[in-house]
């Protein structure tokens, strides 16, 4: 199956910093998400991009499908941006059901 | 509208046990979706209904789990004989319609299952 990585595993801003998730997939796909898990555990979905870019206020985000990659920004981060965030993409031809990967760690110091 | 709710929040049983963990999806979504998450994991697909019938239920680990839904709105997941690498946080999903490659998934709090 498709194989999703996330870089970093981890990551640790001050208040203010900016910073850039990545997401590579192996594999083309149909559909990419990216997912924010909160501290207590809820997933909110971000965006739906399977290519092109998308702002969100201080959110965006680029997926570049023909090198099978996607990006998350984030400025002028803040504390309640703490969490995981996850890509989830659906692969061309197969089924409905999205593959995640492993997220990256978001802690955000005031 | 309410979003999607599970219940228990919490689940804590011995090893062995039956457990059922329930999921109302958000009202109209006719797809819905079981997921299982350990610690420092993405979640990880267990099975997907499409209105009343498991449309995909590939992720399911073993015969021990078994999931429902009658009456193509509330789901169980079903686990029987219980083991204690059954223990994570289990998440349900719903979609309005699963066969769009666009439909977002909207996700609930989750069950936290322990299992002594």
């Known amino acids: 199956g498709i194989q999703v990585e996330q870089s970093p595993p981890d990551l640790i801003l001050q208040e203010g910093a900016n910073s850039t998730l990545r997401c590579n997939f192996s594999d083309s796909v149909n559909n990419l998400q990216w997912f ?3 501290p207590w555990g809820q997933l909110i979905n971000l965006f739906y991009i399977p290519s092109g870019t998308k702002q969100n206020g201080r959110l965006s ?4 499908a023909t090198e099978r990659y996607s990006l998350l920004y984030i400025s002028s981060s803040q504390t309640t ?3 995981v965030y996850f890509c989830a993409v659906l692969t061309r031809g197969g089924s409905y ?3 995640f990967g492993r997220g990256t760690s978001l802690i955000v110091h005031p | 509208g309410a979003g999607v709710s599970q ?3 919490n689940k804590v049983t ?3 046990k039956y457990v059922e963990l329930r999921c109302d999806p958000i009202s109209g979504h006719t797809a819905l979706y079981w997921y299982r998450q ?3 994991q993405g979640p990880e697909f267990l099975i997907y209904f499409q209105g009343t019938g498991a449309a995909d239920d590939s992720g399911l680990p073993n015969d021990r789990f078994f999931a429902v839904r009658p009456e193509g ?3 169980t997941l079903k686990i029987q004989r219980t083991e204690r690498g059954d223990s994570a946080v289990y998440l349900c999903a719903s979609s309005w319609t699963g066969t769009s490659m666009a439909d977002t998934q909207y996700f609930g709090p989750g069950t936290r299952l322990t299992v002594l």
């Open chain 1, 97 to 99: 059901i999205p593959t």
């Open chain 2, 38 to 40: 350990s610690l420092g």
């Open chain 1, 36 to 38: 924010h898990q909160n």
């Open chain 1, 61 to 64: 985000a680029t997926t570049v």
């Open chain 1, 81 to 83: 941006d703490s969490g």
């Open chain 2, 73 to 75: 709105s509330v789901s």
């Open chain 2, 14 to 16: 011995e090893k062995g």
């Open chain 2, 7 to 9: 219940t228990p929040s």
